[in-house]
């Protein structure tokens, strides 16, 4: 049995605060789409770390960490990654299995990213320059290498050839800001390392541990409006983010898919380009960035920001089928006089509760309902029943225009920040 935790806005929800507090209930927890773009911070006993590939069940010692077949994996920064969770993991490498089927970002991938980005100009796509979508474009179009591959005789030379076409693109893009030699000398002696891991047939391994009745959480990466499908399409990732992901990207029959979480912001941010409708330019906007400490776990880019946008949400949760909804940085609104929340768009002056097709060329006006602030000193040690009436009502209408329970409440980025209903 599979259950599932994806964000349902544009990323950076708070998925491995969330992945971290339900991991002690799974038996694994697995990635299943998406790489280095991502950047899942978690706080315990006063430490923070932010994970990029490896899955948010690390720090916990009975669970097993799983990077799936969907996941694009950067060998040199998964090394550095590990060699910032190792003196708190030192049994990792027992607890982390690593698909064989996961596709490899390559120095050139990070290239190409880079030179597509700078060759669109205005119109780039904001991409985090990891190299993923040239290394899913790499996968989709058949010419992709794979983690099993580093174990054959031909990895070399196919490694080779890859890198040759790689350098006839980056050529006609003009692109020249780059030190290959440098890149290629990291990225061999991180293939070397991750040789030293547990690479896996991880279907066989999922269809076990489901077939012996565990526990399996699959962690979701970026967020629902940044799905390659049904986001803000072309300002997307590369991958499936939605449930409908983990099927493919773990090799799981949809009948193994148990419960939806669904996790989202009390507001909404997004980093990189492209449509935002509630998005606040103004003072607000800042208020929130600078309580909400809004800016990326990876990047360190600024996070644009902006009111909660029910109408993008309830799509979000009817593309996943989400079962439950959890509630994160409730916190950050503390004080705030008065909150506006989206519950419908005005496109040419005609309403509706619908996302239109193409946001990206569309006009849209969000039509906004006010609710009044709650108390600055707001937080959960007295439980739900016990909190302000205005954060109470705020909970509340979300839940009935949703049509879903908010089972958990985040206030704040610590483990024992969080409150389960
Ligand atoms: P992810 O990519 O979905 O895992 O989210 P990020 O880690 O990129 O961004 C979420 C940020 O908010 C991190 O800095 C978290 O430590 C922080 N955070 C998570 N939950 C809360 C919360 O309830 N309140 C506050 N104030 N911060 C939170
Ligand atoms: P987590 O898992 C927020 C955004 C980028 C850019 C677009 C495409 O931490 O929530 P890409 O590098 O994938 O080609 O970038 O997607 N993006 C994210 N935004 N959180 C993320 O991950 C993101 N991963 C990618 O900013 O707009
Ligand atoms: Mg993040």
Same mark, same amino acid.
Do not use: M
């Given at each position: 049995m599979i259950d599932?935790?994806?964000?349902?806005?544009w990323g950076d929800e708070g998925k491995g605060k969330?992945?971290?507090?339900l991991t002690p209930n799974y038996d694994l927890v697995a990635r299943f789409q998406g790489g280095p773009n991502a950047g899942h911070s978690l706080e315990f006993e006063g430490k923070k770390f932010v994970l990029n590939t490896i899955p948010s069940g690390i720090f916990r010692k009975n669970t097993l960490n799983?990077?799936?077949?969907?996941?694009?994996?950067?060998?040199?920064r998964l090394k550095e990654e590990i060699g910032r969770i190792v003196n708190e993991c030192p049994d990792y490498s027992s607890r982390l299995l690593i698909s064989k089927k996961a596709h490899?970002?390559?120095?050139?991938?990070?290239? #190409?990213?880079?030179?597509?980005?700078?060759?669109?100009? *205005?119109? /780039?796509?904001?991409?985090t320059l990891r190299g993923i979508g040239p290394t899913y474009r790499d996968k989709i179009g058949r010419s992709g290498l794979r983690v099993g591959d580093i174990l054959e005789a031909d990895f070399q030379k196919r490694y080779d050839s890859t890198v040759s076409e790689h350098l006839k693109q980056i050529e006609? #893009?003009?692109?020249?800001?780059?030190?290959?030699?440098? *890149?290629? /000398?990291?990225?061999?002696?991180a293939i070397e390392f991750l040789k030293t891991h547990q690479l896996v047939n991880s279907e066989y391994l999922i269809h076990d541990m489901i077939s012996q009745g565990k526990k399996i959480l699959a962690e979701g990466a970026q967020g629902s409006m940044l799905d390659v499908e049904f986001g803000t399409y072309p300002y997307?990732?590369?991958?499936?983010?939605?449930?409908?992901?983990?099927?493919?990207g773990l090799g799981v029959a949809p009948k193994h898919i148990n419960k939806v979480y669904g996790i989202f912001k009390a507001y909404c941010t997004r980093v990189g380009s492209g449509p935002f409708p509630t998005e606040l330019d103004d003072e607000i906007g800042e208020k929130m960035r600078q309580i909400g400490n809004e800016f990326g776990a990876t990047t360190g880019r600024k996070r644009r920001t902006g009111w909660l946008d029910l109408v993008a949400l309830k799509y979000t949760c009817m593309l996943n089928g989400v079962d439950d909804l959890i509630m994160m940085k409730g916190d950050v609104l503390n004080g705030f006089d008065e909150l506006n929340v989206a519950t419908e768009y005005s496109i040419n002056g005609e309403k509706t509760s619908q996302v239109p097709a193409?946001?990206?060329?569309?006009?849209?006006?969000?039509?906004?309902?006010?609710?009044?602030?709650?108390?600055?000193d707001m937080n959960l040690s007295a439980g739900f029943d016990a909190m302000d009436d205005s954060f109470k009502n705020y909970v509340e209408f979300i839940e009935k225009y949703i049509g879903s329970k908010i089972s958990v409440i985040s206030m704040g980025p610590g483990r024992d920040e969080t409150l389960s209903r």
């Open positions: 599932v935790i994806l964000g349902l806005q969330i992945a971290d507090y799983l990077i799936g077949n969907g996941v694009v994996i950067d060998p040199v490899l970002i390559l120095p050139t991938h990070r290239i #190409l990213d880079a030179a597509s980005e700078a060759s669109k100009g *205005e119109a /780039k796509i904001g991409s006609f #893009l003009g692109y020249t800001q780059f030190d290959l030699e440098a *890149e290629q /000398k990291s990225f061999f002696e997307v990732t590369s991958s499936n983010t939605l449930t409908g992901g983990v099927c493919t193409n946001l990206c060329s569309t006009d849209v006006e969000p039509v906004y309902q006010s609710f009044p602030g709650w108390s600055s």
